[in-house]
């Protein structure tokens, strides 16, 4: 099982950036994906995810500025980030989840950087 995020980096305030995690050894379109981040000191923030079916939610703190999508065909999810603030440098990381009955199995990516500054 491997996710692999990319996308992450340096961006002035008010800036876009789009992350990718690109997903394999799962059987990815029966997985909930999601992003969580994670300021060094700080507890890990969950951001937002996507459901099998499509369906989403998100983090008051993102909600109308971030965007999260998944590509069943790629085995990918996105993360498409609008009008960036400071407040949002962490580092992002990539989640798959799957319940089966009361169990729940999670993949995590490595996480990339992204730094909102000017």
């Known amino acids: 099982v491997q996710l692999v995020e990319s996308g992450g980096g340096l961006v002035q305030p008010g800036g876009s950036l789009r992350l990718s995690c690109s997903a394999s050894g799962f059987t990815f379109d029966s997985y909930a994906m999601g992003w969580a981040r994670q300021v060094p000191g700080k507890v890990l923030e969950w951001v937002c995810g996507?459901?099998?079916?499509?369906?989403?939610n998100y983090a008051d703190s993102v909600k109308g500025r971030f965007t999260i999508s998944r590509d069943n065909a790629w085995n990918t999810v996105y993360l498409q980030m609008n009008s960036l603030k400071p407040e949002d440098t962490a580092v992002y990381y990539c989640?798959?989840?799957?319940?089966?009955?009361?169990?729940?199995?999670?993949?995590w990516g490595q996480g990339t950087q992204v730094t909102v500054s000017s």
């Open positions: 996507v459901n099998s079916d499509g369906s989403t």
């Open positions: 989640k798959g989840s799957f319940v089966v009955g009361t169990t729940e199995y999670d993949y």
